[in-house]
Each structure stands twice: as C-alpha cells, then as structure tokens.
C-alpha cells in the first residue's frame, strides 16, 4: 500500500488585521495536511475566514503567524516574486470573481498562463482546454459576450491549463444558477481527474462540498 504524499500543510496558521477598533482576528491556529490527489471543502458561514484561508494557502496573502508548506516550500521563506514563481508552476487558480480579462477572448484569456509561464505551443493547448469544456465554438467571443456559466467554464480552462499539482477554487459555483452550477461542477471534478491534481475549494454549496472527499469546516475563524 502506497504512503500519502503531502502536497500542502497549514501549519498552526493565525490572521489578524488592523480595524477601527483595533486588532482583529480573522483565523486562529489553523493546522490540517492535504495528500496529493485529495478533494477537499472548506466550509462555513460568511465572515468565518474561509477565502482568507484559501489566500493564505495559496500564497496569495500571508499570515500573521504560522506557515503554510505548499509542494515542498515553506511559502514564509519565499518573497512575492518566489511566492508568484512557485503558483506559476504548481497551482491552478478560480476566482469566484473570475477576473477574466474582458479586453481578451476566451482563447486569449486561457492562453494567458501558458504563455507567462513558457509552455510550449500555447494555442494548441488552450484550444484543447476549450474544447474540454465545451467552448470551441466560443473561442473568439470577449468575456462580456459570454453568459455566466460560460464565462465561469473559461475560468476553469484557464486554471487548468498548466495542469496544476494542485487547485483552488473560490466559490466556483456562487453566481450560477442551479443548471449551470451543476455543469460547473461536474467540469471541475472531470478536469481535476484527468488531471490527477490535488482539488481544494471554498463553497456555500452543501451539495458540492459533499463531492469532495473531505470538508473541513470553519466557525468564527476556528478549524472545528
């Protein structure tokens, strides 16, 4: 029988930010590892620190305390430009406000990664991921053209791919209705499969969250 392989640990985790009265605590002693391969939600209501917690083991932000171990590398060690470096090659990114560049098409806005990070024959493989997802005729159609699923399916493409060790996804269903969502949904769970990647994601989705194979849930701020 083969050894989980770590790819990500939160390792006794705190945030805090300044507020008008004072310090605020966002997380508190979070600690928990993700094995390679592993889905995992993030549950729990509005204000319990749940996309705070996805930036920070993202390397997107940075803690107060503690650290965060993603694919080897204490992302405390790193600078910004190491932080961006070591996402570039490992990490896959949906956010739930998309933050598809409207100026570009879907085809141009998955190109994006490949071409940053140097991947070889861009357009090839962004065509492939739009076909993955059932967009090649949307291909040179701009983000405002495209309805929300559509547009949140570009999202994934474009996730995907650098064929990431590993995914987060912020609320990848949040502003979809059900039909779509549940399109979404199965896209997510079929493209992390063929990809053998590592799925971490924030959700309300109950439904969603019970697809993935572990839920970890957070209650003002606290890992329960």
Do not use: Y
């Not at 002693?29 to 996309?51: L, Y």
């Not at 997107?60 to 932080?83: F, I, K, M, W, Y």
């Not at 406000?97 to 990664?113: C, F, R, V, Y």
């Not at 969603?208 to 606290?222: F, I, P, V």
């Amino acid at each position: 029988m083969s050894i989980p392989v770590k790819v990500l640990s939160a390792i006794h985790l705190g945030k805090q930010v300044l507020s008008s009265d004072g310090s605020l605590t966002i997380l508190h002693d979070i600690s928990f590892d993700v094995c390679e391969g592993e889905s995992v939600a993030i549950t729990g209501a509005s204000g319990s620190g749940k996309s705070t917690l996805l930036g920070l083991l993202a390397g997107l932000d940075t803690p107060t305390s503690g650290h965060v171990e993603l694919a080897s590398h204490n992302l405390n060690q790193l600078d910004e430009d190491g932080r961006a470096k070591l996402r570039g090659q490992k990490v896959g990114f949906v956010f739930q406000s998309l933050q598809l560049l409207p100026h570009l098409t879907a085809l141009e806005n998955i190109m994006l990664p490949a071409e940053l990070n140097g991947l070889n024959s861009p357009k090839e493989n962004a065509l492939i991921c739009l076909q993955q997802v059932g967009l090649s005729d949307r291909a040179n159609h701009f983000p405002k053209t495209l309805s929300g699923g559509e547009q949140q399916r570009v999202a994934l493409a474009r996730a995907f791919i650098m064929k990431p060790a590993i995914l987060f996804a912020d609320e990848p269903t949040g502003s979809l209705d059900e039909q779509s969502g549940s399109r979404v949904i199965d896209l997510l769970f079929e493209l992390n499969r063929v990809n053998h990647s590592t799925l971490i994601l924030v959700t309300h989705d109950q439904a969603l969250a019970d697809r993935c194979q572990r839920q970890l849930h957070l209650q003002g701020g606290r890992l329960l």
